[in-house]
């Protein structure tokens, strides 16, 4: 598994991600095909309900689980989502929270990821599952 934090990707991640300014989230972590993201909601996340919107729970682990993933690829790759599935365990209404994605299986042309999102005393929130496949050439330019 290639380990590189410095992948175009990644960096491009790193400086500008119009979705991490819009949501509020960071990607604190990256390398060896983890990484760790974390967000402080507020009012802004709420559902109807008033807890946080599940939507927003998705969108910090999958940055997470896509910058992991972003870790083991060759400069000259990038890759897509083909699925992602989402657990929730708990609801959240404003606690700071921790979301560290793993690359689990890192084959020749996809990969299987998962993160766990825990609130700052370590409570299971949410488990996310994500597979991604590689793309190379010219499906890969513009990505």
């Given at each position: 598994?290639?380990?590189?934090?410095?992948?175009?990707?990644?960096?491009?991640?790193?400086?500008?991600?119009?979705?991490?300014?819009l949501i509020g989230?960071t990607?604190?972590?990256?390398?060896?095909?983890?990484a760790?993201?974390?967000?402080?909601?507020?009012?802004?996340h709420?559902?109807?309900?008033?807890?946080?919107?599940?939507?927003?729970?998705?969108?910090?682990?999958?940055?997470?689980?896509?910058?992991?993933?972003?870790?083991t690829?060759?400069?000259?790759?990038?890759f897509?989502?083909?699925?992602?599935?989402?657990h929730?365990?708990?609801?959240?209404?404003?606690?700071p929270?921790?979301?560290?994605g793993?690359?689990?299986?890192r084959?020749k042309?996809?990969?299987?990821?998962?993160?766990e999102?825990?609130?700052?005393?370590?409570?299971?929130?949410?488990?996310?599952?994500?597979?991604?496949?590689?793309?190379?050439g010219?499906?890969?330019?513009?990505?």
């Amino acid at each position: 598994m290639k380990s590189d934090s410095h992948h175009p990707l990644i960096r491009k991640a790193l400086e500008s991600s119009p979705i991490a300014n819009l949501i509020g989230f960071t990607i604190d972590q990256v390398g060896n095909g983890r990484a760790v993201g974390s967000l402080r909601p507020g009012p802004q996340h709420a559902n109807p309900m008033g807890t946080l919107h599940g939507g927003v729970l998705c969108d910090l682990a999958d940055a997470a689980m896509g910058i992991a993933f972003a870790s083991t690829l060759e400069h000259e790759e990038s890759f897509t989502t083909l699925a992602l599935q989402i657990h929730f365990f708990s609801p959240v209404w404003d606690a700071p929270l921790r979301a560290e994605g793993r690359v689990i299986h890192r084959g020749k042309n996809a990969g299987y990821m998962e993160c766990e999102i825990q609130d700052e005393t370590g409570k299971l929130i949410a488990k996310v599952n994500s597979r991604c496949m590689i793309l190379r050439g010219d499906a890969a330019k513009g990505r």
